[in-house]
């Protein structure tokens, strides 16, 4: 047995218990709310030792993030297998957007996490990113928008997000100004305001449940 063989089975052990850890977290988080859910809990549902779970996972917090991280990503692959049907690219990211706000706004998780603002939206540009980046350039390429660095563009957008979402949540702002907020985000691409409103009021198909 060769070393590279005995460390495949480690990597592969870890990749086991971290997966059964996010997994566990997220449904006891869900159940019972971030604040509520013991460490302990999660460890018992993911069926590994109580100490095992600080040995992936600092405290609650860093579970919590990666249990939002994996939320996200999913959200992600929901938004992309609908959007394969657009024809429009600009639809798609304005898809996407209104995705990713009505989920900061409306889901549990996140809505308990948004005052880590900084980890928020680090996490939305990194899980998120690789999606939101892809449909900025296809839709440059294609003289929808006008975007000189998609990345940059989307990181402005995941904090402005996360600022908006935190202060609905706070009830510092209404809810209501989710539409004008998207004017605004989807501006930031280089359209116009009037092809922005156009843009932002047009209807789409809910995302799937599961």
């Not at 000189?148 to 209501?176: N, P, Q, Y």
Request: glycine letters at 6%; one cysteine or more.
């Amino acid at each position: 047995m060769t070393i590279t063989q005995t460390e495949g089975r480690v990597a592969r052990r870890q990749r086991k218990n971290r997966e059964a850890l996010i997994l566990a977290g997220r449904a006891v988080m869900a159940e019972k709310g971030i604040d509520a859910a013991t460490m302990l809990e999660v460890a018992k549902r993911a069926d590994v030792g109580a100490g095992t779970v600080y040995s992936y996972f600092k405290s609650k917090d860093d579970l919590a993030v990666a249990v939002l991280e994996r939320l996200m990503y999913d959200l992600a692959l929901k938004i992309e297998k609908i959007t394969n049907e657009f024809d429009d690219p600009e639809q798609v990211y304005a898809f996407g957007m209104r995705s990713v706000i009505n989920a900061a706004t409306g889901d549990t998780t996140w809505k308990q996490l948004l005052n880590r603002s900084e980890v928020i939206s680090e996490a939305i540009f990194r899980m998120m990113g690789p999606f939101a980046i892809r449909d900025l350039e296809n839709a440059t390429n294609m003289g929808r928008f006008q975007v000189d660095d998609a990345s940059l563009t989307w990181r402005m957008s995941c904090h402005a997000i996360v600022g908006l979402s935190l202060a609905i949540t706070r009830k510092e702002i209404s809810a209501s100004v989710i539409e004008d907020a998207m004017v605004r985000l989807l501006c930031m691409t280089g359209i116009g305001e009037q092809q922005a409103k156009e843009l932002a009021a047009r209807p789409y198909p809910p995302l799937p449940v599961s």
